[in-house]
């Protein structure tokens, strides 16, 4: 058991690790723009003073890019800081759609590296489950990740839920699957580890070419106050 | 003479406001916005420097550089990057940047690397072409 715990431990920080990195890089790319177009501000107001006219709709582009800039870096931030909170509470009611989309927000950086293309079939009625929402959103970014590795060709991995509310699961498809990848799906330490804790399970599906997480009947998930963090996709 | 550089980056508003900035210094920019559109760009053109993102979609900077240098040894790369660490910055010297600058990079040290990697390159090829000549004339002599 603290074997265990010590793997969940160490996959937690390595998943925060991750996501924090990839979240701050995005800030540092609309700093550098920010820094750059101030830098051109500099270059005209010097210009100026040597007699050069100041346009005023170049000033104004200079302000409007700046301020693009600023709100990415503030829409980062939030869900930055959103993504800490996700380790405020040891077990919580979540919607599954909107964990999802939120950890595909979290991650869009990391899935635009790789040029995948997701995309999501929204659930009938939503699908809650109680468990610990750090851990949550960390098996639901391994997911992603397997998924988008496994994927080839166009590259295009599909999202989708059961529609059994008392069942709830996630399910990950990819319209072309490398060879061999589907035989070795989540065997690791740390993915165990992070399954049993949360108490779900992997399942291919029929067509071979995904995999869904699956969570058991036996237990009642209701919803609580403290569900609606998420945001909507898009 | 003017420098004659290529903007590597993925970041669109990064790329226009960078090539604004260096047009104003006199500098000739051309701007790509993955590592295989670069690498198409220099196949038909040549540069003084590269200043290219680290992390982009597709073609890592890692792989982008080997390519580029496997393709054009003579090419001086700057390698642009949110965070860089020393282990990178290492393997990354060794397959032969020529510099590393950490994103917001000072425009005017950046300036001052493009100058040094145009001069640079100017020995490079100098050498080069005297290493050609020095062949044909080996050839014709013996």
Redesign the interface.
């Known amino acids: 058991m603290a074997k265990d715990e010590n793997i969940l431990a160490q996959e937690g920080m390595r998943f925060f690790g991750r996501m924090s990195a990839s979240a701050t890089h995005e800030i540092k790319n609309a700093l550098a723009t920010i820094s750059e177009n101030v830098g051109l501000m500099e270059d005209l107001s010097m210009m100026a003073e040597k007699g050069h006219p100041l346009s005023p709709e170049r000033i104004n582009d200079i302000s409007q890019r700046v301020n693009r800039q600023v709100q990415r870096a503030d829409r980062v931030l939030r869900k930055l800081n959103r993504f800490s909170h996700s380790l405020d509470l040891s077990t919580e009611s979540a919607d599954l759609e909107k964990t999802v989309c939120f950890v595909l927000d979290l991650a869009s950086r990391l899935i635009d590296m790789q040029e995948v293309t997701v995309e999501l079939t929204p659930p009938v009625s939503p699908l809650m489950v109680v468990n610990n929402l750090f851990y949550l959103e960390n098996m639901i970014w391994r997911a992603i990740e397997t998924a988008c590795g496994a994927a080839e060709g166009e590259k295009q991995v599909m999202i989708s839920f059961g529609t059994d509310s008392a069942a709830p699961s996630i399910w990950f498809s990819m319209e072309t699957v490398k060879d061999n990848v589907m035989n070795d799906l989540f065997g690791s330490k740390e993915d165990r580890a992070i399954m049993a804790y949360l108490d779900i399970s992997i399942e291919k599906n029929i067509e071979n070419n995904g995999f869904g997480l699956l969570w058991p009947r036996h237990k009642r998930y209701k919803e609580k106050d403290n569900v609606g963090k998420s945001i909507a996709c898009g | 003479m003017s420098e004659k550089v290529l903007l590597v980056d993925d970041?669109k508003?990064?790329l226009e406001?960078?090539s604004?900035?260096m047009e104003?210094r006199g500098m000739e920019v051309t701007t790509a916005e993955s590592a295989d559109q670069a690498l198409s760009i220099i196949e038909k053109e040549s540069f003084d420097a590269i200043i290219m993102d680290f992390?982009?979609?597709?073609m890592?900077g890692m792989e982008a550089l080997k390519a580029i240098k496997n393709k054009k040894p003579e090419l001086q790369i700057i390698l642009l990057t949110?965070?860089a660490t020393v282990e990178k910055t290492v393997e990354a010297m060794k397959i032969g940047a020529t510099d590393f600058l950490e994103?917001?990079?000072d425009?005017e040290a950046l300036a001052e690397k493009i100058k040094k990697a145009k001069a640079d390159k100017m020995l490079i090829v100098e050498k080069q072409t005297e290493e050609k000549i020095k062949d044909i004339l080996k050839r014709l002599g013996g």
């Open positions: 970041e508003e990064f406001i960078m604004e900035r104003e992390q982009m979609p597709g890592d949110g965070y994103k917001p990079a425009f």
